[in-house]
C-alpha cells in the first residue's frame, strides 16, 4: 500500500481549476451532530387476523457529534450498530424515526445521500471490470459534466496510486467464476468508488468484515491517514484488535440502542475504570469493552471492598446496561457533550423543513445510459456463465429436438410430428427465458447502492439490462435455434415462412422473458422466483392447445387461455407451417376415408386456431402487448422497491 498522505481533491461540485492544487493539501471535514435520535419498527402484526405488531426500539436517544477524524461505532451484535449509522447517513426510512442530524450546524440537505461516501459491509463492485474501470464508472456518472473526461481520468489515476491499487489496476476484480484482486484490494476499490466524489463525510458499515487481521489492519491504516488529512469518517466496527482501535479518534459504544460511551476512544479505559469496570493487563480494550456490555464478571473488577462476588454474579444484563447508561448520564463526557450539542443548535438557521429523501443527478440521462448499456455488455460478455453457456445449451437443444423430428413427411404422422415440434419450441423458449429471473436479482444489493447514491436513474437501469438481456440472451439464441431447428426438421421450405418462424420464435422469448422479469424483479431470491414462474408456465402450458382442446374447455376456466403466452406462439407457428400444406397426396382421392384430415386448414381448423391474415397476426399482437404490460410491472416494481432499510 502507498504510504503517501491519502487527500483526495477531486471536486464534488465542478470546481476543476481548483484541483491544480495536489492530493497533498489538507481539507475540512464536515462535523455531523446528531440530537435525540429515536428509531423504532414495528415488528409482526397480520392484516388478516388484525393483529397489530409490536414496536421495538433500535435506538434510543443517542446525542453527540463526530468530527473531522476516525469516528468508530462499537457495540456487541444487535446493538444498533449499523442502524445508527445508517441514521447519520441519511440511508434509514424515515418512518419510526426522530431527532436530526445536522452538518457543520445545518439540517441536512435531502440528497446528503448522494454528496457523502458510504461503503456498504458487502461488495458492490462489478466483478468482471477492473478496478480501472469501475473508478471511470464512478468517475463519469458521479461527477460534473462540466469537468472534462481527461481530468476524470486524471482523477482516477491518482486515486488508484494514492490507494496502492496499482498493481492490480488492470486486473479484474473477480467473481464467483473469475479469479479476481485480494480482499484488501477489494475493500479499497470499494472505498475508492466513494472517494471519487471527494465527500466531506465517509460512511463504512463494518469495513473488515471478511479480512484477515493484517488486511484489515491495512485498511484501517488508509482510513486512518484520510482522517489525518481532515476527513470525517464515520464506521461501525465489531470486535478490533488493538492496532486497529488505537487508531480511533473518537468512540461511540451503544448497548442495545443505547449510548454508554462516547467521548474520544483513548479515554474509554479511564472512564470504564472510574466506574468500577478495570481492563486486565495485555487485554485487547475492544473486547474488554464487549465483556462489559455482556455482563462477563472477569472484566469486573469490583472497587468496594463490601460489594461480594455472587452479587455482581447474579446481577443480569439488563442491570448492567443500566447501570452503564446511568455512569454515562451522570458522567463529564455526557455533560461536555450536551453543552457542545446546545452550541450548535443555538447557531442553528430556524428553518423547519420536512424529512425527505431526494436523489439527484450530476449527468444527464442520455450520458447514464450510454455508461451503464456499456457496463452491462461487458459485463455479459465477460462472463461465461450467462452468455457462452446460454448459447450452447441454445444449440445443444436445437440439435436434439432436430434429430427427434428429423426431415418430417407429408403424412399423417408428419402431421403430428409437425404439431409436437412447434408445440415444442415454444415450450422450450417459454422455459429457457426462466434464466432472466436472476437479471435483477443477482445485482439487487449494486443496484439499491448505486441509485441511492446517485450514479443513475432506475429508468436507465431498467432500459439498459432489458437491452443487454434481450439483444445477447433472448435473440441471438432464437435466431441460433430457428437456423438449426427449422432446417433439421424440415418445415416449410420458403424464405417467408423461415423468417416468419424466426420472428415468433424471438417474440415467444421477449414474452416468457418480460413474464419472468415481472415476478422476480422485487423477489430477494431465485428459488422462489422459479417457482411462481414455473407454476405460471405449467399452467399456461396447458391451455396451449395440444394438451387439451381448447374448444373442450368449460366457460368458466376457457378465459385462461387468453393468458396463455405458449398458446398464441403455437398458434402463430402452426398458421405458418400449416397453411397450405397438404397431408393426403399419396392417396387416391376416392381412396380418402371420411373424417381423415388431408389440408394443413383443416387440422387447425380441428384445433381451433384461426388461420385468416388476422388470425395470424393477432397472436404477434398479443404477445408485444403481454411484453409491454409485463416490462410496466417489472419497472414499476423496480421504481418503487424499498431502496432504504
Given at each position: ?505 424471438m417474440l415467444v422469448a421477449y414474452t416468457a422473458t418480460s413474464m419472468a422479469l415481472a415476478i422476480s424483479a422485487d423477489q430477494t431470491v431465485v428459488a422462489i422466483a ?116
Open positions: 500500500m502507498s504510504e503517501s498522505r491519502v487527500s483526495m481533491e477531486l471536486g464534488q461540485n465542478g470546481a476543476s481549476k481548483h484541483q491544480s492544487a495536489g492530493l497533498d493539501q489538507k481539507r475540512l471535514g464536515a462535523t455531523v451532530s446528531f440530537h435525540n435520535i429515536h428509531y423504532k419498527v414495528t415488528q409482526g402484526g397480520s392484516c388478516l387476523c388484525w393483529k397489530k405488531g409490536t414496536t421495538k426500539d433500535i435506538l434510543i436517544d443517542l446525542n453527540g457529534t463526530m468530527k473531522p477524524g476516525l469516528n468508530a461505532i462499537m457495540g456487541a451484535t444487535g446493538s444498533g450498530k449499523s442502524s445508527f449509522l445508517d441514521v447519520l447517513a441519511a440511508r434509514k426510512d424515515p418512518a419510526g424515526l426522530s431527532g436530526e442530524v445536522l452538518i457543520d450546524g445545518a439540517p441536512q440537505p435531502p440528497n446528503f445521500k448522494c454528496l457523502s461516501g458510504y461503503v456498504v459491509q458487502d461488495d458492490v463492485v462489478m466483478g468482471t471490470l477492473t478496478v480501472r474501470e469501475n473508478f471511470s464508472f464512478s468517475a463519469a456518472l458521479r461527477l460534473p459534466s462540466s469537468i472534462p473526461q481527461e481530468e476524470k481520468e486524471q482523477k482516477v489515476n491518482k486515486l488508484i496510486q494514492e490507494l496502492g491499487l496499482s498493481r492490480v489496476a488492470d486486473s479484474r476484480v473477480g467473481t464467483q467464476l473469475i479469479r479476481g484482486i485480494s480482499g484488501g484490494e477489494r475493500k479499497r476499490t470499494n472505498i475508492g468508488m466513494e472517494l471519487i466524489i471527494d465527500p466531506s463525510v465517509l460512511f463504512l458499515d463494518e469495513p473488515t468484515t471478511g479480512l484477515d487481521a493484517s488486511t484489515a489492519n491495512s485498511v484501517l491504516l488508509l482510513l486512518k491517514r484520510m482522517a489525518d488529512n481532515g476527513r470525517t469518517i464515520i464506521l461501525s466496527i465489531h470486535q478490533p484488535r488493538y492496532s486497529i482501535y488505537r487508531l480511533f479518534d473518537s468512540l461511540t459504544l451503544l448497548v442495545n440502542g443505547k449510548q454508554v460511551y462516547h467521548a474520544a476512544a483513548q479515554s474509554a479505559l479511564d472512564y470504564f475504570s472510574d466506574i468500577g469496570y478495570t481492563c486486565e493487563p495485555h487485554n485487547n480494550p475492544a473486547d474488554f469493552f464487549l465483556d462489559v456490555i455482556n455482563g462477563d464478571s472477569t472484566a469486573v473488577a469490583l472497587s468496594s471492598a463490601d460489594r461480594d462476588d455472587s452479587d455482581s454474579v447474579s446481577k443480569s444484563r439488563r442491570g448492567i446496561e443500566d447501570k452503564l447508561v446511568e455512569e454515562y448520564r451522570n458522567s463529564h463526557y455526557f455533560r461536555q457533550t450536551t453543552a457542545e450539542l446546545e452550541r450548535i443548535l443555538q447557531g442553528k438557521q430556524t428553518t423547519t423543513t420536512a424529512r425527505s429523501r431526494t436523489i439527484t443527478y450530476n449527468t444527464s440521462f442520455l450520458t447514464q445510459f450510454r455508461w451503464v448499456l456499456k457496463r452491462t455488455f461487458r459485463n455479459l460478455m465477460l462472463n461465461p456463465q450467462t452468455s457462452v453457456a446460454q448459447i450452447a445449451v441454445t444449440l445443444f437443444l436445437a440439435l436434439v429436438v432436430g434429430a427427434i423430428f428429423f426431415d418430417v413427411q407429408a403424412d399423417q404422422s408428419g402431421m403430428q410430428n409437425r404439431f409436437g415440434a412447434l408445440f415444442f419450441i415454444v415450450v422450450n423458449q417459454c422455459f429457457s427465458s426462466l434464466s432472466s429471473a436472476e437479471l435483477f436479482i443477482a445485482e439487487r444489493k449494486l443496484f439499491i447502492h448505486e441509485c441511492i447514491s446517485g450514479y443513475y436513474r432506475v429508468s436507465v437501469y431498467f432500459l439498459s439490462k432489458i437491452l443487454s438481456d434481450i439483444i445477447t440472451l433472448r435473440t441471438i439464441p432464437a435466431i441460433v435455434f430457428s437456423c438449426v431447428a427449422y432446417f433439421m426438421i424440415g418445415l416449410k421450405p420458403t424464405a417467408e415462412a423461415f423468417f416468419l418462424f424466426m420472428f415468433s420464435v422459479n417457482i411462481f414462474m414455473t407454476i405460471a408456465c405449467v399452467f399456461m402450458m396447458i391451455f396451449a392447445g395440444l394438451l387439451v382442446n381448447l374448444r373442450s374447455i368449460v366457460n368458466w376456466l376457457a378465459w385462461l387461455k387468453y393468458l396463455s403466452i405458449p398458446r398464441y406462439g403455437l398458434g402463430a407457428l402452426q398458421v405458418n407451417e400449416f397453411s397450405g400444406l397438404q397431408f393426403c397426396s399419396g392417396l387416391n382421392v376416392t381412396m380418402i376415408p371420411p373424417g381423415l384430415i388431408c389440408t394443413g386448414e383443416d387440422f387447425m381448423e380441428q384445433q381451433g386456431v384461426d388461420f385468416s391474415t388476422w388470425g395470424f397476426w393477432q397472436n404477434h399482437v398479443a404477445l408485444s402487448i403481454m411484453t409491454t404490460c409485463f416490462l410496466a410491472i417489472a419497472y414499476l416494481k423496480l421504481r418503487f422497491i424499498k431502496k432504504f432499510t
